[in-house]
């Protein structure tokens, strides 16, 4: 592979998609084309991973009740959520999580089991196949926006309980429930920004040079 830029059109689109790719939790019902659903699945599969660990697992969710077995369990979990926000708790309430009912797919992304095996970058960060998962999930992300597709990610949920739902060993792990499909529209803005729940913090407030600096005050819920 030559180390040639892409063009000014693919360099855009690269850009295009990082701004416009959104956490959606608004669906149509309409199905996901097998071939776009293996496209993305095969874009997460290409994700960089500590090691070369290649730690994610997808588990499609075909069966209708084990889709409303899953939502009960993020409604459970959004409950004791807004309990554990105090103040913000009715507000919290009011916002939209999930579109697990809704969306074309729902995937469960987990962390294969047997992890401890590998040491190669996870020796002190065990947590490095949790971030090879994240970003095989972003992988998967960006190239539903590119697809027209949205994605939302779930996270809302009792570990122990999808495990024992989806019968995952015991030493795997869920990390997000992914909900996938088509949208009427992408939110301009993130949705958390347009309810008013938080602000995108400016990129001089968390970039420092040469040691960390507590210069800008930035807002913490
Ligand atoms: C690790 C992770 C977990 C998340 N879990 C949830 C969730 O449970 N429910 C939800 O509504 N959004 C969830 N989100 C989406 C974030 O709320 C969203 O990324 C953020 O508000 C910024 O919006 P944007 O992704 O549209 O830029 C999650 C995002 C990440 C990266």
Redesign the pocket.
Known sequence: MKAEPYSPEEIAAVYRVIYE???M?HFLPDAVEPEILQRLLNAAHHAPSVGFMQPWRFIRITSPELRQQIHVLVEQERIVTAQALGERSDEFMKLK??GILECGEVLVAALCEHREQYVFGRRTLPEMDVASL?CAIQNMWLAARAEGLGL?????FEPEALKTLLNMPADSQPLAILCLGHVEQF?DK???EQENWANLHTLESVLFENSWQNVTPIETL
Not at 152 to 156: A, E, R, Y
Request: no cysteine; aromatic share 12%.
């Open positions: 790719r959104r956490d939790r999580v999930e994240s939302g990610w779930v996270s809302m939110y993130p949705m958390l």
